[in-house]
């Protein structure tokens, strides 16, 4: 039988969110980034009470991760943080175990959808669908990957920007 854990990013613990009644699971990275007083105590509370663990991917889950969210474009929207924490999950989910990650982070959200791992939201309603993202030439619409790292495009010189689009199932 699956363990139902949740895996917590910096949203859901600033909101107030762990659950009593299952395993919770954080980053030593989502920790850093807990910078006002009220949250620090309720972490460090939650952490000494054995309610909140810190946990670490491996670096086959973070390589696994950037793969996918290079290939959805969400590479250019998430953190170091995001892509751990997503890791972290994933290395969950191959243990086994059945992680639903705690976020109100949209791009997060969108990549674990497309990785088949579930999610909750804390303060937001969370997303309904799954979109891509890729760069396009304002001037000769050509399209460049998500990852592609110039301002201007290499045709025409025209600025290039980021389009959302959405995914046909």
């Known amino acids: 039988m699956q363990k139902k854990i949740y895996v917590l990013d910096a949203s859901s613990i600033i909101g107030g969110f762990y659950s009593k009644m ?39 889950d973070i390589e696994e991760t950037k793969r996918i969210i290079k290939s959805s474009g969400d590479i250019l929207r998430l953190s170091e943080v995001d892509q751990n924490l997503i890791a972290l999950a994933l290395k969950l989910k191959r243990k086994g175990n059945d992680p639903i990650v705690v976020t109100d982070d949209y791009s997060m959200q969108n990549t674990l959808k497309t990785m088949k791992i ?8 969370g997303i309904k669908e799954i979109y891509n993202w890729v ?25 290039v920007y980021r389009k959302r689009i959405k995914i046909k199932k």
């Open 135 to 159: 760069k396009i030439c304002k001037g000769c619409k050509k399209k460049y990957p998500s990852d592609y790292s110039f301002e201007d495009c290499e045709i025409c010189g025209s600025p």
């Open 22 to 60: 299952s395993e919770n699971y954080t980053t030593s990275s989502v920790i850093l980034e807990i910078k006002d007083l009220k949250s620090s105590l309720l972490l460090q509370s939650a952490i000494d009470g054995d309610h909140i663990k810190i946990g670490e991917p491996s670096n086959e």
């Open 118 to 125: 579930p999610f909750r939201s804390v303060l937001t309603e």
